[in-house]
Structure formats: structure tokens, C-alpha cells
């Protein structure tokens, strides 16, 4: 039988602090914290994004950053709410020596590297070459279009990176139930599936598009 979560949080090894509870039919539904840190919590086990990666295949990434204490007050107080202290913020000295333009950059390239989208390279053996669209039989005389790889492979690009922003702004929409975000996704996830003939244009596999299992 295959795994209904397959390719979704309650199968990906950066679904962490997993809480699961009991619904008055006897359904068990498990919600828990991206490790990532970018889709705000809670996340439930059906819900899916593009960097899924199955349990024992994690790659490690940086440490999530860790959390000030949280003061609990006795049940019934009227302190009961949940207290985080702050801490002073504390900006490294060359931060503050940049310019706009370049504290701008830098915190693009972040952002950019949070969401995984970002710049990707082509693979070699299409560096510089272009895609020639014919016109079919009988239309002789008509012009061929000629295509630069490079200009189609950016395009390419952006279409990926902007469905993992959608991906993201979906999982964190506050107003859309786990069963509306669960049908958003496979959509998503549809979407990734049509594009992977075009991973034949990507030198690393990592940024490649990934839809349901056969669809690549």
C-alpha cells in the first residue's frame, strides 16, 4: 500500500515537535514545527512544499536558532499567558558599515535562501545553445523561432521559485483549513509535475522541480 504522506510533512524529516491528538470520531491528527523555521507553526502532517525530504535522507542545514525561555504562570492567573522575553538585538559591526544598496543585497540573498528560491545554474552542455521551434508539415515558408537556453531556462527559474513562495504563503495562509491548503498543495504540487521535463536543464538535481511519483 502506498504512503498517503508521502511527499508531505508527516513523512519529511524536518517535521519536528510533532503533537497528535484524538477529534471526536476517533481521528488521530498529528501537527508539529518545520525545522526550517520559514512555514509558521502549526503545520499538520498533510501538508506538503518543495523541500520535502524523507526521513533518513535529511541533509543537514544550519541549526535552527534557538529560543529564549518561556515563563509559564500557574493555570487561573491572570499571567497564565505565555511571556517571551527579548533580548537586545545585536548587529554585527561590518552590518553596520554597509551601505543600503549593499545591506539590500545581503538581505535578499537571505531571504532569498530561506524561501529556496534563488539563482540556478544550467548544465553545461546547454550553456549557450537556443531551442528552434519549426513550423509543422505543410507550412513551408513560414520563419522558424529561434530561442536562447538561457533566456528560456530564467524563465524557467522564476516559474519555480514563485510556486515555493506560493507553497510558502499557502502553508501560512491563517484563514484556510488543513483540507483547503491540502487540495491548494496537490495543485502545487500538479504544476511541479507538468514542469519536470524541463529538469533536463538544471546542473544541480537539488533545484530541479519534483511532482507526485510519476510524474518525473
Known amino acids: ?19 497528535e491528538s484524538i477529534g471526536d470520531t476517533g481521528e488521530v491528527t498529528r501537527k508539529g514545527e518545520c525545522l526550517l523555521g520559514v512555514w509558521p507553526s502549526p503545520l499538520f502532517e498533510t501538508s506538503t512544499c518543495s523541500q520535502w525530504v524523507r526521513r533518513g535522507e535529511f541533509k543537514a542545514r544550519p541549526e535552527p536558532r534557538a529560543r529564549a525561555p518561556r515563563f509559564r504562570a500557574p493555570v487561573g492567573s491572570r499571567e497564565s499567558r505565555e511571556i517571551v522575553p527579548r533580548s537586545p538585538l545585536a548587529l554585527p559591526e561590518d552590518l553596520l558599515d554597509m551601505d543600503a544598496e549593499s545591506f539590500r543585497r545581503v538581505l535578499t540573498e537571505v531571504i ?17 545553445g ?25 524563465k524557467i527559474v522564476m516559474i519555480r521559485d514563485r510556486l515555493r513562495v506560493l507553497e510558502q504563503k499557502i502553508n501560512g495562509h491563517p484563514k ?41
Open 1 to 19: 500500500m502506498p504512503d498517503a504522506l508521502d511527499r508531505r510533512c508527516g513523512t519529511c524529516a524536518r517535521f519536528v515537535r510533532v503533537i
Open 112 to 128: 532569498r535562501d530561506e524561501l529556496g528560491v534563488g539563482d540556478a545554474a544550467i548544465a553545461g552542455k546547454w550553456d549557450g
Open 130 to 154: 537556443e531551442m528552434i521551434l519549426k513550423p509543422g508539415p505543410g507550412k513551408e515558408g513560414l520563419q522558424e523561432k529561434h530561442v536562447p537556453l538561457g533566456a528560456l531556462f530564467h
Open 176 to 216: 484556510l483549513g488543513a483540507d483547503d491548503k491540502v487540495q491548494m498543495q496537490q495543485y502545487v504540487t500538479a504544476c511541479y509535475g507538468s514542469l519536470t521535463t524541463f529538469n533536463v536543464l538544471f546542473a544541480n538535481r537539488e533545484d530541479q522541480f519534483v511532482g507526485q511519483k510519476g510524474d518525473e
